[in-house]
């Protein structure tokens, strides 16, 4: 398989802690961001809405992250990302769901860029614009997480589940943008614990061979 994704996309970071869990060996293309590789005939011919990851497998193109974890779920049941009942699953894709659909997309790059480049606004209310819809978020999850009594060390009962990989990489994007974890414990503690693991610390964003490397 291969993986078409950028170091700092959280749709790509998510992805790739999901493989990692699932112990799938993977190739990297790097289609960077920053330069606007996306928007290049090359890649748009393989997805037409210029947007990372694209998983390539035989004979397959896979696109959209949330489509891609499901199907590593159901082609990949070993380690499995989400309970067996019918309500453990949902309450996964619930709580994946309210970073992917409700945090994530109105933070993610293309709509930075607008703001920025066709709205004129500046960076310090761009910075303010990210930091009211990741709190807002990260206020309505950390509710939910504190709720549930018969949760471990995980968004959800004692192993890694999507809403994991789901969650690590917002945590990295709201220090990015210079989010107060503070108000949200639950949150911070998960994403410590599952630093500690290697297939989050291997997805790391820092990690990837197009990160930018670090100064000796």
């Not at 894709?93 to 790059?109: E, F, T, V, Y």
Request: aromatic share 10%.
């Amino acid at each position: 398989m291969t993986l078409y994704g950028y170091f700092r996309s959280s749709t790509s970071y998510r992805t790739r802690i999901a493989m990692n869990l699932k112990g799938l060996d993977y190739d990297d293309i790097t289609i960077n961001l920053a330069q606007d590789e996306q928007l290049e005939y090359a890649f748009k011919a393989i997805n037409p809405q210029g947007l990372v990851p694209v998983l390539q497998t035989d004979d397959l193109l896979l696109y959209q992250s949330p489509a891609i974890l499901e199907w590593l779920e159901e082609v990949y049941p070993e380690h499995p990302l989400l309970p067996n009942d019918a309500a453990g699953r949902m309450q996964v894709r619930a709580l994946s769901a309210m970073i992917g659909c409700d945090i994530h997309p109105i933070n993610n790059r293309r709509i930075l860029q607008y703001l920025r480049n066709e709205l004129s606004v500046d960076e310090k209310d761009v910075i303010a614009w990210c930091n009211r819809w990741i709190s807002e978020g990260f206020a309505a999850l950390e509710t939910r997480l504190a709720a549930d009594n018969n949760r471990g060390q995980f968004c959800y009962g004692d192993s890694p589940t999507l809403a994991d990989c789901y969650l690590i990489p917002q945590v990295s994007s709201a220090r990015r943008f210079k989010v107060d974890l503070s108000a949200y414990p639950n949150i911070v503690a998960i994403d410590t614990h599952c630093r500690t693991l290697k297939a989050f610390a291997d997805a790391d964003p820092m990690m990837q061979p197009d990160a930018p490397k670090r100064e000796a």
